[in-house]
């Protein structure tokens, strides 16, 4: 049965309110509503109107508590743990009323150790939640990462450079032997939706160059619990030193790793 501890309630609590926001305004932005954080890069009205209800409802739980989000809320506790928020992954996509976005919501301690997660998908309804040690569950329902061995079977999701341009030799370099060792390639725009699907194993593996915190914390854990495995592109445990993601089963991590290692060298 899926775990429900006061963290993963609120967290739940919190993302639900945040999608039903983002339902209620898909295809409705104004222009005045849509705002440049810097090139290629957007904000709107919706992300930060998310952002503001899910940082009410986990202080009003966790008031001790940090909070660190992508549109700038920040909150310093004193507990030691930090709720790591993404009011709207996707936010490019959910501007042209392209169906694919997220609210992402993770806590961590201390030792930055990802204690629970929830990336919900509020067009679809799927709820996908995690807790450390106790599994990872959609919409209740205890999730896996695939079992595919065979790279011609492979679905390996990434994330395209969009505003940095001088790794892109190496990223392409990558993309053409994953492309040479799958069956093929998919972008979502929503890298906790990339993690979320190589948890429940729609994906067999994702790896992506320079996430933030708010992007892969959830998502990694849902990875976690889910039996896959997921590192910094030198293979190191702790995503919050590096921030380049690798997830995947016990055959697509290691191949993926082996050709980050070759194209992205420390």
């Given amino acids: 049965m899926e775990p429900t501890s006061n963290e993963l309630q609120t967290a739940v609590r919190a993302a639900r309110a945040a999608g039903a926001i983002t339902l209620e305004k898909l295809g409705e932005l104004t222009e005045r509503e849509i705002h440049a954080k810097e090139s290629k890069d957007f904000v ?14 986990i202080m009003a739980a966790f008031p001790e508590d940090s909070l660190l989000s992508e549109e700038g809320t920040i909150m310093n506790g004193s507990s030691g743990r930090t709720w ?3 009011p709207l992954d996707g936010t490019l996509n959910f501007i042209h009323s392209f169906p694919v976005f997220s609210i992402s919501i993770g806590l961590k301690n201390e030792n ?45 999701a990434t994330g395209l450079p969009f505003k940095e341009y001088h790794y892109l030799d ?50 990694a854990l849902l990875v976690r619990e889910a039996g896959g495995t997921v590192t910094g592109f030198e293979g190191e445990s702790d995503l919050f030193k590096q921030h380049s993601i690798i997830a995947g089963n016990s055959t697509t991590h290691p191949l993926l790793l082996e050709k980050a290692k070759k194209h992205f060298p420390a």
């Fill in 44 to 57: 709107t009205e919706v992300d930060k109107a998310c952002e503001t209800a899910i940082a009410a409802i």
């Fill in 84 to 86: 790591i928020v993404d």
């Fill in 170 to 219: 190496s990223y392409f370099g990558m993309l053409k032997e994953v492309i040479e060792n799958s069956a093929g390639v998919r972008r979502a725009g929503s890298a906790a939706i990339d993690l979320a699907y190589t948890a429940c194993g729609r994906f067999d593996g994702f790896w992506e160059y320079k996430l933030f915190p708010w992007d892969f914390a959830a998502g």
């Fill in 112 to 156: 930055n150790d990802i204690l629970a997660g929830v990336v919900f998908q509020p067009l679809l309804q799927e709820l996908f939640t995690a807790e450390r040690g106790k599994g990872a569950y959609l919409n209740g329902k205890r999730i896996s990462v695939s079992n595919r061995t065979d790279s011609n079977s492979f679905l390996i």
